[in-house]
Nanobody, 120 residues
């Protein structure tokens, strides 16, 4: 069974930084695309950043120049480095994995979410 486990959320002041991590655990899987989404209260879940298995990245316009997505393939881990954080970045951040397993084929997997709060 494949699981995505996030860590690194918390409370930070405006202008501060946080790094989120998402580790994929399980057996017999292949990773295609990993991404981070966020959902603020009363809003729809939105894409923040994603990275392919070849390292190509895409960032949402609101976070360009402030956030960076990266991955450590041997560790099956993806990171979201967030800098110059703003109150509008406050949300629950979810890790997403476009993965292939022998049991389920290719499908999306989600982490449990980690809260990021930007406030003074």
């Amino acid at each position: 069974q494949v699981q995505l486990v996030e860590s690194g959320g918390g409370l930070v002041q405006p202008g501060g930084s946080l790094r989120l991590s998402c580790a994929v655990s399980g057996s017999a899987f292949s990773i295609y695309v990993m991404g981070w989404y966020r959902q603020a209260p009363g809003k729809q879940r939105e894409l923040v950043a994603r990275i392919t298995n070849s390292g190509s990245t895409k960032l949402a316009d609101p976070v360009k120049g402030r956030f960076t997505i990266s991955r450590d393939n041997p560790k099956n881990t993806v990171y979201l480095q967030m800098t110059s954080l703003k109150p509008e970045d406050t949300a629950v951040y979810y890790c997403n994995g476009d993965l292939y397993t022998i049991v389920s084929g290719r499908r999306d997997y989600w982490g449990q979410g980690t809260q990021v709060t930007v406030s003074s």
